[in-house]
Nanobody, 126 residues
Framework: QVQLVESGGGLVQAGGSLRLSCAAS????????MGWFRQAPGKEREFVAS????????YYADSVKGRFTISRDNAKNTAYLQMNSLKPEDTAVYYC???????????????????WGQGTQVTVSS
C-alpha cells in the first residue's frame, strides 16, 4: 500500500507556472506507475499525464501536451508535474495517483489507479 500527498498548488496568473509534487510513502515507489488527474467544478475527473515505473514512458492529455511535463525521482519517492503557460481552463483540483503494475507503460485510465492523494487546488486567473 502507498500513501500519496500532493503539494505545490496555488493561485497563478494566466501564462504563469506551477510545479506540483506528489510524495509517496513506502519503499516500493518504483513498483508504481504514477498519474496526474484533475477535476474542475461540475466536471468529471480527467487524465492529465502519466509516467511509467522507470520514467522511460510518459503520456499526456492533448490539452496539456507541450505545456506540462511529468517526471519522477524514485530515490526521493516523488512524482512531479511541471505546468507552464497555464490557462484559466487549467483551473481544477489536481490529484496524483499510483498504479501498482509490472508494466513499464503507464495507464491513462482513471480506473487503473489504485491509490489517490487528497488533491491540491490550482487556480489560474485571467
Amino acid at each position: 500500500q502507498v500513501q500519496l500527498v500532493e503539494s505545490g498548488g496555488g493561485l497563478v496568473q494566466a501564462g504563469g507556472s506551477l510545479r506540483l509534487s506528489c510524495a509517496a510513502s513506502g519503499r516500493t515507489f518504483s513498483s508504481y506507475s504514477m498519474g496526474w488527474f484533475r477535476q474542475a467544478p461540475g466536471k468529471e475527473r480527467e487524465f492529465v499525464a502519466s509516467i511509467g515505473r522507470t520514467g522511460g514512458s510518459t503520456y499526456y492529455a492533448d490539452s496539456v501536451k507541450g505545456r506540462f511535463t511529468i517526471s519522477r525521482d524514485n530515490a526521493k519517492n516523488t512524482a512531479y508535474l511541471q505546468m507552464n503557460s497555464l490557462k484559466p481552463e487549467d483551473t481544477a483540483v489536481y490529484y496524483c495517483a499510483a498504479d501498482q503494475t509490472l508494466l513499464l507503460r503507464p495507464s491513462v485510465e482513471t480506473g487503473k489507479y489504485d491509490y489517490w492523494g487528497q488533491g491540491t487546488q490550482v487556480t489560474v486567473s485571467s
